[in-house]
């Protein structure tokens, strides 16, 4: 059992945090207890960085009650979404939606349901322990890398980016997203975290179309983006391909993880693995957390949501007839 402050101790030193966790609350009581049973196995680490984004979401998208309570509302209705898909593929065993060009259609390309949806998924990183525990890998990741040029495909929430931003201040940053909408509100999240957009350059564009000419890369963000194309192979390798000889993907994703918009479907975290190394790729450093309790080799069978994160870098090619070292 951890020991020191109680939730409702530590949530009276941070007031933005604790006006976040009163909304989500008052929205819905469950979430309210769910959070709460959370926060009690969280640590000092955490509660900084939880209070850091809370200020920036408070100052953007709760500066009215009408406002606070659309955020507080997105975040309950992403998770009743996400329930709602999750019942409904256990019965059937498929995701809904098997063509990425329907999900720009209801999702990306309407404004008002992308900007609630982003927010929903921000308020994520606060509440859902696996989402926090991959931005921690990204963040240690950091400490290691020196980026000079670093892509981001999918525009999103701006957690990455506005870390990456402050830590390397000097990055050339480009994002290439399909959807104008994703785009602007990216650009809305990077300004409420007090990180210029300006210094970011944004491409409106499919990353997978032939004629899109980018350079290479140090470092290629794939955060929770692979799921959402028809052909996640085709991705990583085109990632692959840009990423220099040197240089890092830091790639999220998941397995058995329904969702309006997620449309290539991973049955287990090998399943990922195996896409890493047919795309010429090996893992530095990785984390695979279920959502549920469930023992790891019931995962697939039982169709438990995994979410998956790693470090990734240029696969070391022996020639044959060479021993391997180590």
């Known amino acids: 059992m951890r020991s020191g402050p109680s939730p409702e101790e530590r949530l009276e030193s941070l007031p933005a945090f604790s006006r976040v966790v009163e909304l989500v609350g008052a929205s819905n009581p469950l979430q309210r207890k769910r959070i709460r049973a959370m926060l009690r196995e969280r640590d000092e680490t955490y509660f900084a960085f939880a209070e850091d984004v809370s200020r920036s979401v408070v100052a953007a998208f709760m500066r009215t009650p009408a406002e606070a309570l659309a955020a507080a509302q997105a975040y309950d209705e992403l998770c009743l979404e996400m329930l709602r898909e999750q019942i409904r593929f256990r019965k059937t065993g498929v995701y809904r939606l098997d063509d990425a060009a329907d999900a720009n259609e209801t999702v990306y390309s309407d404004p008002a349901r992308m900007r609630a949806y982003l927010i929903g998924l921000l308020l994520t990183y606060l509440f859902w322990p696996n989402h926090y525990e991959l931005f921690q890998l990204f963040r240690n990741g950091l400490t290691h890398l020196r980026p000079r040029r670093s892509l981001e495909v999918g525009a999103g929430h701006g957690v990455f980016t506005t870390e990456l931003i402050r830590r390397h201040p000097g990055v050339e940053l480009t994002v290439v997203d399909i959807s104008q909408s994703s785009i602007e509100v990216t650009r809305e999240f990077l300004n409420a975290f007090d ?39 085709a991705m990583l390798r085109r990632a692959t391909e840009l990423l220099a000889h040197d240089g890092t993907i830091f790639l999220t994703t998941c397995a058995n993880c329904p969702a309006a918009d997620h449309v290539y479907y991973f049955g287990s975290a090998d399943d990922i693995r195996e896409l890493i190394a047919a795309s010429g790729l090996q893992i530095e450093r990785e984390v695979v957390l279920a959502a549920e309790v469930v023992p790891e080799d019931r995962w697939r069978a039982e169709r438990t949501t995994v979410n998956y994160g790693a470090l990734l870098r240029h696969a070391i090619v022996t020639a044959p007839g060479t021993p391997e070292i180590g």
């Not at 990353?207 to 955060?223: H, K, R, T």
């Open 195 to 233: 990180v210029s957009a300006d210094a970011v350059r944004f491409l409106l564009a499919d990353f997978m179309g032939p004629n899109l000419a980018l350079g290479s890369f140090d470092l290629i963000v794939l955060g929770e983006i692979i799921e959402h194309v028809n052909d996640a192979g």
